[in-house]
């Protein structure tokens, strides 16, 4: 079983940075495709970026060019930088691990945007 543990959530200003981290667990963590899912109130879970195990990434249109997802496989650790924060942002965020059929979540981080 791969344990997924986010951190780095937290209340931050309109226009603020957060960087989250997701810290997994196994020996393998360089063949997962890794990625960053968010659910705000009342809103189905989303698709935030994701990033293959080539290091391939992919953003949702909303967060083009303030997010980025980046990968340390010495540190079995996925990031996502946020910069420009804005208000819809708010969600609880997952990281999420697939390797074949197998797909597991962590337990989620929230982050609020507010003023």
């Known amino acids: 079983q791969v344990q997924l543990v986010e951190s780095g959530g937290g209340l931050a200003q309109p226009g603020g940075s957060l960087r989250l981290s997701c810290a997994t667990s196994?020996?393998?963590?360089?063949?997962?495709?890794m990625g960053w899912y968010r659910q705000a109130p009342g809103k189905e879970r989303e698709l935030v970026a994701t990033m293959t195990s080539r290091s391939r990434s992919k953003y949702t249109d909303s967060v083009k060019g303030r997010f980025t997802i980046s990968r340390d496989n010495a540190k079995n650790t996925v990031y996502l930088e946020m910069n420009s924060l804005k208000p819809e942002d708010t969600a609880v965020y997952y990281c999420n691990a697939i390797y074949g059929p197998h797909k597991y979540w962590g337990q989620g981080t929230q982050v609020i945007v507010s003023s």
């Open positions: 196994g020996s393998i963590f360089s063949l997962y495709d």
